[in-house]
């Protein structure tokens, strides 16, 4: 028998900004994948229950945490709820992450729009992770046999410059180093860290500029011409999750479409 038979005995995924989005197409692959689920957002219980019945079937149990990961106390929380009700994690999937609310030139930008984006998109889950590496290494000494991974997802902004979002390129791009970072730092115990880098990706953070990019797509900005969706996302995650690409520590998983691919 499978060691996670059974609902209550599946591995245990972590997913920030999971219900909605990337996050949301993550967490059905990951069901699909044979986990359950703990999502977080910073959207009340209440808002997501439409979200919870629809995620909650036969394939995993899954449970929302309610937090604001770019906050100490919170992010605490968030893991105290996961060890209450699981009692495990195996993999965390940094996914929240927030757009500047306006796209200025770097010339006009705001250091309050810097500080929001970077408190979320890099500090927040640099430091989650920090949690989650400390627990899953106390799970790693007792259990030696466990997987544990976690999958950082940044954006292809990490190397791309825009200057009219330099604030998020920048949180983007500290991102990447982070994974570097904790793929180095978890080696030893065999805990790796990945990168998943999404491109032109169809979600609730890209409807003011669909006309733009519809237009920029057909004119072969992508190799493939077509938006990606969130469950192109969550395919990835779960390949890496489930151990389909197991040597590849510290490694940028590029799923956009070839639009990074230099070529004459």
Same mark, same amino acid.
């Given at each position: 028998?499978?060691?996670?038979?059974?609902?209550?005995?599946?591995? $245990?995924?972590?997913?920030?900004?999971?219900?909605?989005?990337?996050?949301?197409?993550?967490?059905?692959?990951?069901?699909?994948?044979?986990?359950?689920?703990?999502?977080?957002? *910073?959207?009340?219980?209440d808002q997501v229950k439409e979200v919870l019945a629809?995620?909650?079937?036969?394939?995993?149990? %899954?449970?929302?945490?309610?937090?604001?990961?770019? $906050?100490?106390?919170?992010?605490?929380?968030?893991?105290?709820? %996961?060890? &209450?009700?699981?009692?495990? !994690?195996?993999?965390?999937?940094?996914? &929240?992450?927030v757009a500047p609310k306006e796209r200025n030139d770097? !010339?006009?930008?705001? =250091?309050?729009?810097?500080?929001? *984006?970077?408190?979320?998109?890099?500090?927040?889950?640099?430091?989650?992770?920090?949690?989650?590496?400390?627990?899953?290494? =106390?799970?790693?000494?007792?259990?030696?046999?466990?997987?544990?991974?976690?999958?950082?997802?940044?954006?292809?902004?990490?190397?791309?410059?825009? *200057?009219?979002?330099?604030?998020?390129?920048?949180?983007?791009?500290? !991102?990447?180093?982070?994974?570097?970072?904790?793929? *180095?730092? !978890?080696?030893?115990?065999? $805990?790796?860290?990945? =990168?998943?880098?999404?491109?032109?990706?169809?979600?609730?953070?890209?409807?003011? %500029?669909?006309?733009?990019?519809?237009?920029?797509? =057909?004119?072969?900005?992508?190799?493939?011409?077509?938006?990606?969706?969130?469950?192109?996302?969550?395919?990835?995650?779960?390949?890496?999750?489930?151990?389909?690409?197991?040597?590849?520590?510290?490694?940028? $998983?590029?799923?956009?479409?070839?639009?990074?691919?230099?070529?004459?």
């Amino acid at each position: 028998m499978d060691q996670y038979s059974g609902i209550k005995m599946k591995p $245990i995924a972590l997913i920030t900004g999971g219900s909605r989005g990337i996050g949301l197409g993550i967490a059905k692959s990951m069901l699909k994948a044979g986990y359950s689920l703990a999502i977080n957002g *910073v959207r009340p219980a209440d808002q997501v229950k439409e979200v919870l019945a629809e995620l909650n079937t036969d394939e995993g149990e %899954v449970i929302y945490c309610q937090g604001d990961i770019s $906050i100490s106390e919170d992010r605490s929380k968030i893991i105290s709820e %996961v060890k &209450a009700h699981f009692g495990r !994690l195996n993999v965390l999937i940094n996914n &929240a992450g927030v757009a500047p609310k306006e796209r200025n030139d770097i !010339l006009d930008a705001t =250091e309050e729009s810097y500080d929001w *984006v970077l408190n979320t998109n890099l500090k927040g889950p640099y430091f989650l992770t920090q949690l989650v590496a400390r627990w899953m290494i =106390e799970q790693k000494n007792k259990k030696p046999k466990e997987t544990f991974s976690i999958i950082n997802v940044s954006s292809v902004s990490a190397t791309t410059a825009s *200057v009219n979002r330099g604030d998020y390129c920048i949180s983007k791009a500290g !991102l990447t180093m982070s994974t570097k970072l904790w793929a *180095v730092r !978890l080696g030893e115990y065999d $805990i790796p860290v990945y =990168e998943i880098q999404p491109g032109i990706i169809r979600t609730d953070m890209t409807a003011s %500029v669909v006309e733009k990019y519809d237009k920029l797509i =057909e004119e072969g900005l992508t190799l493939q011409k077509r938006w990606g969706n969130p469950q192109d996302i969550g395919k990835t995650v779960a390949a890496l999750a489930t151990g389909t690409i197991p040597y590849a520590t510290g490694q940028v $998983i590029n799923t956009d479409g070839g639009l990074t691919i230099q070529f004459l």
